[in-house]
């Protein structure tokens, strides 16, 4: 049987990467990339081992039903590779919708 990833084995898998590394993120400034609920779960990956982000996730405050905050997911990184990284996020969810 085999077993389908899912995005929590992925943030377990960068932060054991990081800690091997050692790489230390909190010494830099970092962003986050919001993901969008709903997005291509392929997609999701390739941002991530594109671009080195690191997957988190945040509370964030919405308006919708009886919910006031919602738990989403982030991308966090160097502000280059944020910015880089949502270019690429749009293109491909561009292609993915006309790809439809």
């Known amino acids: 049987m085999h077993k389908t990833l899912s995005l929590e ?4 898998k960068k932060q054991k ?3 091997e ?7 830099e ?16 990956y390739d941002l991530v081992e ?7 996730t945040r509370k964030v ?3 919708i039903a009886n919910s006031e905050e919602r738990e989403i997911l982030a991308l966090r990184g160097p502000l280059e590779k944020v910015q880089a990284a949502e270019e ?4 491909e969810m561009k292609a993915w919708v006309e790809g439809q």
């Open 50 to 56: 594109e671009f080195a982000l690191e997957p988190v």
């Open 61 to 63: 405050p919405v308006g």
């Open 9 to 12: 084995d992925l943030i377990a």
């Open 21 to 27: 590394v050692g790489t230390d993120l909190e010494h």
């Open 88 to 91: 690429f996020l749009y293109k």
């Open 17 to 19: 990467e990081n800690v």
């Open 29 to 44: 400034e970092l962003y986050d990339l919001l993901i969008p609920p709903g997005t291509v779960v392929s997609v999701i």
